[in-house]
T-cell receptor, first 110, second 114 residues
Framework: DGGITQSPKYLFRKEGQNVTLSCEQN?????MYWYRQDPGQGLRLIYY???????QKGDIAEGYSVSREKKESFPLTVTSAQKNPTAFYLC?????????FGPGTRLLVL | GENVEQHPSTLSVQEGDSAVIKCTYS??????FPWYKQELGKRPQLIID?????GEKKDQRIAVTLNKTAKHFSLHITETQPEDSAVYFC?????????????FGTGTRLTIIP
C-alpha cells in the first residue's frame, strides 16, 4: 500500500468553498475508492471507480464529486453542498476484492 | 445491500491473553471477508482475509474463522502484545463481476493492558 499517496495531509475549508483531495496510485490497480471516516465510526463509501472514465456513487455521495480521467488518479471534490465535511478521508485501490488504503487526508472547516 | 455488524465496540485484554472480535453479515452470497487494523491517525492495514470456500485461516498469532451457515466470522488474536492495541474493522464483499465493493463494520477498539 506504499504505492497509494494522498495529498494534502491536512486541509482547511472555508464555508462555501469547494476543495479537492488528491489520490494517486502506481500499483496499476483498476479500481479506486473514496471513504469518509468520522471519529469512532467505520468507513463509509463515497464514490468508487472500476475503470477510467466511469464511477459510481457509494452510500454517502451527496455533496461530493469525483473524476477518473487517468488510471492512476481519482481526485475527490468536497463541494459547498456538503454541510458537514469535517472528517478523515481515505482513498483506496484494489486488485480483485482486496483493497489497500492511502494515508488519508484530514479535512477541517474554518 | 450488504450489512455488517461488529461486536464488541471496545475490548480490553490483559497482555498475553487472547482477543476475539465477531462480525455478522446479512447477505449469504458474500464471499470475501477481510480484516483491517487501524492505528490512531493512520491508514487501515489489511491483516488477514478469508474467502467463502475456506473455514479458517491462520497467520502467526492471528486467525480468522468463517461460519457460512450462521453468517458470521471472527478474528482471533492470541498471545496479545501492546502493539496489538488499535481499532480493528471487519468487512464483507459480494461478488459482482469485477464491480465488488466492501461493506465495513463499525470497528472494535482493542486495548492491551500491560
Amino acid at each position: 500500500d506504499g504505492g497509494i499517496t494522498q495529498s494534502p495531509k491536512y486541509l482547511f475549508r472555508k464555508e462555501g468553498q469547494n476543495v479537492t483531495l488528491s489520490c494517486e496510485q502506481n500499483l496499476n490497480h483498476d479500481a479506486m475508492y473514496w471513504y469518509r471516516q468520522d471519529p469512532g465510526q467505520g468507513l463509509r463509501l463515497i464514490y468508487y471507480s472500476q475503470i477510467v472514465n466511469d464511477f459510481q456513487k457509494g452510500d454517502i455521495a451527496e455533496g461530493y464529486s469525483v473524476s477518473r480521467e487517468k488510471k492512476e488518479s481519482f481526485p475527490l471534490t468536497v463541494t459547498s453542498a456538503q454541510k458537514n465535511p469535517t472528517a478523515f478521508y481515505l482513498c483506496a485501490s484494489s486488485i480483485a476484492e482486496t483493497q489497500y488504503f492511502g494515508p488519508g487526508t484530514r479535512l477541517l472547516v474554518l | 445491500g450488504e450489512n455488517v455488524e461488529q461486536h464488541p465496540s471496545t475490548l480490553s485484554v490483559q497482555e498475553g491473553d487472547s482477543a476475539v472480535i465477531k462480525c455478522t453479515y446479512s447477505d449469504s452470497a458474500s464471499n470475501y471477508f477481510p480484516w483491517y487494523k487501524q492505528e490512531l491517525g493512520k491508514r487501515p492495514q489489511l491483516i488477514i482475509d478469508i474467502r467463502s470456500n475456506v473455514g479458517e485461516k491462520k497467520d502467526q498469532r492471528i486467525a480468522v474463522t468463517l461460519n457460512k451457515t450462521a453468517k458470521h466470522f471472527s478474528l482471533h488474536i492470541t498471545e496479545t502484545q501492546p502493539e496489538d492495541s488499535a481499532v480493528y474493522f471487519c468487512a464483507a464483499s459480494l461478488p459482482n463481476f469485477g464491480n465488488e465493493k466492501l461493506t465495513f463494520g463499525t470497528g472494535t477498539r482493542l486495548t492491551i493492558i500491560p
